[in-house]
């Protein structure tokens, strides 16, 4: 029964399908074009899935002097990986993704394969099974880069891992010179949601170790299967973006066009208040769905 209704659901052919004990997983091809959909919504398509994960990664890592430990929270499909491991300073790269499933998948799947260029077999990645707020939590490695790669903030849970209980965590684990970048929804689609996680990067400190807070700036790209999408990248030092440019292959992005992604237009700044997203104060989720029920109903 569930098959027949996903077939109505999807307009392409189901080439596999699984409800794992964090969410449901569905790929579906048609003709070249592959698309991996978790609870529904559409995490990429093989067609246009570069624009968005060399926007996630690249950026960031040219911000580092020369990145040697890279943290990569979710991506449990391989492309971020993927991009990581463009860069030949990279020696280590600790993936952490809740569910076991995807990262099977991710590693054994010769479709996904084929796209993430077998990321996940790499000697070089290490991956982890474990909720990402855990991990910062507990983890005592440091890393010069984290890569913020987790499903939009859909749900109360998923909320959590955009607070800014969650980014100072991830600060502390950050090393003198290292950047966080995070994916933060569309700030078309969700413009109070997108800006909120902006503003509450931006807020995010160590105070325990003593440490200056993050610098947040937004950026952003239009990938055609699902819109315009932002994103928002944060260090401790400055990062002017006038001064990255792009030094390894890519599909999509080149140095001109990743300076123009922090460029915004004058319909798409930020509300004029929202506030900053904590555990015991969630209001994402409610920007969130507020913004896309817009486009839905």
Not at 276 to 296: A, C, D, Q, S, T
């Amino acid at each position: 029964m569930v098959g027949f209704f996903e077939d109505l659901l999807y307009q392409d052919a189901i080439i596999y399908s699984k409800t794992t004990r964090y969410q449901r997983i569905v790929l579906t091809r048609w003709r070249e074009d592959i698309r991996l959909y978790l609870n529904g919504n559409i995490q990429f398509s093989s067609i246009d899935e570069a624009r968005y994960h060399e926007a996630l990664v690249i950026p960031a890592l040219e911000a580092c002097a020369r990145p040697g430990d890279v943290l990569i929270l979710g991506g449990g499909d391989g492309m971020t990986a993927r991009e990581v491991l463009k860069y030949s300073s990279v020696r280590r790269v600790v993936l952490v993704d809740i569910d076991p499933v995807m990262t099977a998948i991710g590693r054994e799947r010769p479709e996904l394969r084929r796209l993430n260029q077998n990321a996940l077999n790499s000697p070089r990645v290490q991956v982890v099974h474990m909720d990402a707020m855990q991990f910062v939590e507990n983890s005592k490695a440091a890393f010069d880069a984290i890569i913020v790669d987790l499903p939009d903030p859909s749900t109360g849970a998923l909320s959590k891992l955009y607070s800014r209980s969650f980014y100072s965590l991830c600060a502390r684990r950050l090393r003198a010179g290292g950047v966080l970048v995070t994916q933060a929804t569309s700030p078309f689609f969700a413009p109070e949601a997108f800006w909120c996680i902006v503003k509450t990067l931006g807020s995010a400190v160590a105070a325990d170790e003593g440490r200056d807070g993050l610098m947040a700036i937004p950026f952003h790209v239009n990938v055609p299967s699902f819109g315009e999408w932002g994103f928002a990248l944060a260090a401790r030092q400055p990062i002017d973006p006038n001064r990255l440019a792009v030094s390894v292959s890519t599909r999509f992005l080149n140095t001109q066009r990743m300076q123009a992604m922090f460029s915004f237009g004058n319909d798409a700044g930020p509300p004029e208040s929202v506030e900053i997203n904590r555990l015991e104060y969630p209001v994402l989720h409610e920007y969130y769905k507020r913004g896309w029920k817009r486009f839905h109903d």
